[in-house]
């Protein structure tokens, strides 16, 4: 009995909607804006907690019984008044919302050359209202023959340093403002796997270039995880320096 009591005082504390504070000793009720019944913090009379205007007493009720007519009051209220779960969070905007204040506000242009993260990277730059101000476009140069044909990326530079290398990452990046004459251009490959990885260039190794009007900068970066985990890992990496060199203004 104790239990079941102290269970329904703490969900009518809990979950009624807008509860008004109730100092010890001096009970205040709360308005019910809900048509659906509410545990009443008032004792009875007789001592006993009363949990809704039905007939049926609590106390005649078996443990089992009178917890479950508790938690399916609690799941009515809950749906009822649409109340969000404590453990979900807001999670505050995407990279990319903050990267198209910035290119909007220094009005310069945008475009991709991605390899290992096919396409991911310009999917999270389109999903972003007024895109296309900034963003001129991007090439999925999966491999090789594209990265050379498309994105004119030397076949020797390829032979020599590898399609995952700094050389590839810059190349490609300067193949991408060739195509689009874009202000700044990013350029990704990598190795997402399970599989394409050696004891020189493991699963999870990628090549980041970023090329503006004044500079390039290559970053070497790893993550780990599943084939997905490890391409939304690289396209976050891609976004932060792209980041940098607005913040910056490289």
Known sequence: MK?????????STVYQINPTPVPDGNPTPVPDRNPTPVPDRNPTPGGKLKIDPSPESISDLSPYDKAKKIFTLKSRILASCRVIPYNIRMKAKPIEFEIAVRFQKQKRTFALAESCTGGLISHRITNVPGSSEYYRGGVVAYSNEIKISVLGVPEELIKKNGAVSR???RAMAEGARCLTGADIT???TGIAGPGGGNAAKPVGLAYIAVLTERSCKTSKVFADGSRVEIKTAFAEAVLR????SLVLKL
């Open 3 to 11: 239990r079941s009591r102290l269970l329904c005082e703490k969900y």
């Open 167 to 169: 050389q590839v990452a």
């Open 186 to 188: 990013a350029a990704v």
């Open 241 to 244: 320096e792209v980041k940098k």
